[in-house]
């Protein structure tokens, strides 16, 4: 099976094509700008460009798609929104005409609203899971979930597709852990954490995740969290709740630095579990 890779030359998609290659599939690199150390087919496109991704997908059975801008910060609303749900159209739609049954897309737990947003919400119940709201005012974490609903239709439009939309939560390199500034940044500090509910994904098993998620027959579109089991705080997730978001419903007990986002949708469906933690 030969994938197509969108964003290669990020985070993610770096760590994608590694897992892919050490699971002897064929990969094309799809970027915005050229790679000069690309180990795999490259090719360059504007995702904004319907005929660019068409051609660009040609020859492929599945896709992950994970180009975007990634954040709202530096970048104009209106070209966020543009970029994030133009590309995501043009990949989705390109792959359903050129017959590609498979497409694992990057969404984000920006989509929630807790991130970004400039009047963020709080959480109605923890752990979040895919079935909380998503009211984000901010155009990156709209942009995901307009993405998500994007997804929604391609199924419909072109029946057998399978689309999965992983809402990835900050991902972290493994050489990251042992950043002093980092580890003191975020462990011992509560207050650089309530934005994504103090929770993040090593790059290898987001990588793992897209994998699992092209190999797996889904019925139409199916959302995933995707985070570690444990959070990136020194303190208690118990703590944290109490004292950021009281008026939270739990739904599940917390006794040590479990996650407050859910990833057994992602576990039970796809057969995906973190392996890479950053003990605390």
Request: proline share 5%; with cysteine; aromatic share 10%.
């Amino acid at each position: 099976m030969k994938i197509a890779v969108t964003g290669a030359h990020g985070k993610v998609g770096q760590a994608v094509i590694n897992d892919l290659l050490d699971n002897n599939y064929e990969v094309r690199a799809i970027t915005h700008s050229h790679w000069n150390e690309c180990p795999v087919d490259q090719v360059s496109v504007d995702i904004t460009n319907y005929e660019q991704v068409y051609d660009a997908l040609g020859g492929c059975q599945a896709v992950i798609h994970l180009a975007a801008i990634p954040s709202p910060r530096k970048n104009a609303d209106t070209l966020v929104i543009h970029t994030n749900v133009i590309g995501n159209y043009n990949i989705m739609l390109a792959a359903g005409n050129q017959g590609i049954k498979h497409i694992a897309a990057a969404s984000s737990d920006c989509a929630f609203g807790f991130t970004y947003s400039l009047n963020r919400p709080k959480p109605v119940y923890l752990p979040v899971d895919e079935q909380h709201p998503t009211r984000p005012d901010d155009c990156y974490g709209l942009s995901k979930v307009l993405s998500e609903r994007t997804a929604d239709a391609m199924v419909q439009r072109f029946p057998g597709i399978s689309i999965a939309s992983l809402r990835i939560t900050h991902v972290i390199n493994p050489e990251e852990y042992s950043f002093d500034s980092y580890f003191s940044q975020w462990h011992d500090n509560p207050e650089a954490g309530p934005w994504n509910l103090w929770s993040y994904i090593d790059a290898r098993d987001a990588a793992r995740a897209f994998r699992l998620a092209i190999e797996t027959n889904l019925n139409g579109h199916e959302i995933f969290c995707i985070a570690a089991p444990n959070t990136r705080c020194s303190i208690p997730s118990a703590a944290l709740i109490e004292k950021y978001f009281p008026t939270a419903r739990l739904k599940k007990m917390f006794t040590d630095h479990e996650s407050l986002e859910d990833s057994s949708k992602a576990e039970r469906i796809l057969g995906f579990k973190a392996i890479h933690r950053w003990d605390i």
